[in-house]
């Protein structure tokens, strides 16, 4: 997320030639999908990880989910979730549809 708050406003602002040369397989895109890929894996790990409540080690899964989602899953979900992909996605299809009309 830290790098990304970086890289989408210089995105925005520059649309630089030589971070999207190859389309959606140029360096940049491929860069911030193994970002998104590896953010997703950390949510996943982390309904697999313990966690310590009152000195105890907890381990039981269906403990570990609550507290997860309790806590800092929201967080991640949304630095996790490709928006930017996911929004042109649908104004692509969107115009799809008015150019068919």
């Not at 990304?4 to 911030?32: D, H, L, R, V, Y």
């Not at 989910?65 to 979900?77: N, P, Q, S, W």
Request: charged share 15%; net charge negative.
């Amino acid at each position: 997320a830290f790098l990304q708050a970086f890289t989408i406003p210089f995105e925005i602002a520059f649309e630089p030639e030589w971070a999207f040369a190859g389309g959606a397989s140029g360096p940049w895109q491929m860069t911030n999908i193994l970002i998104n890929v590896f953010f997703a894996l950390d949510i996943a790990l982390n309904f697999c990880t313990g966690f310590y409540k009152h000195g105890l080690l907890v381990l039981d899964n269906s403990a570990i989910a609550r507290e997860y989602l309790k806590g800092g899953f929201a967080v991640d979900f949304i630095a996790t979730v490709p928006w930017a992909y996911l929004v042109e996605a649908f104004v692509d299809s969107d115009e799809a549809m008015r150019e068919t009309e």
